[in-house]
Nanobody
Framework: QVQLVESGGALVQAGGSLRLSCAAS????????MGWFRQAPGKEREFVAA????????YYADSVKGRFTISRDNAKNTMYLQMNSLKPEDTAVYYC?????????????????WGQGTQVTVSS
């Protein structure tokens, strides 16, 4: 198993930047594909970005492509989400997730492990 803890959420003005971190402990972090999802109030959880474990291939939702960058540092057991040019519609609780079966999938049901979430609020 792997345990995940997100950090870095904050209140930021539109156009600003934030970097979220997801620290992992437990089984070998490098063997897991990782993803970021978010959930805004009254909305379903949605895919944001994912990164595969082997080649580090990355995948993004259209809504964040060109603004967000997912990365991982296997030596530090940590995944990151650099968020630039933030918009009010990016406001949500952001969750990191891990799976060792499906690679960098965009489907939340294919992730086995989840963090507790970190709040990102973007003011207009």
């Amino acid at each position: 198993q792997v345990q995940l803890v997100e950090s870095g959420g904050a209140l930021v003005q539109a156009g600003g930047s934030l970097r979220l971190s997801c620290a992992a402990s437990g089984r070998t972090f490098s063997m897991y594909a990782m993803g970021w999802f978010r959930q805004a109030p009254g909305k379903e959880r949605e895919f944001v970005a994912a990164i595969s474990w082997r080649r580090g291939n990355t995948y993004y939702a259209d809504s964040v492509k060109g603004r967000f960058t997912i990365s991982r540092d296997n030596a530090k057991n940590t995944m990151y989400l650099q968020m630039n040019s933030l918009k009010p519609e990016d406001t949500a609780v952001y969750y990191c997730a891990a799976n060792d079966r499906f690679g960098g999938t965009t489907t939340d049901s294919e992730y086995d492990y989840w963090g507790q979430g970190t709040q990102v609020t973007v003011s207009s």
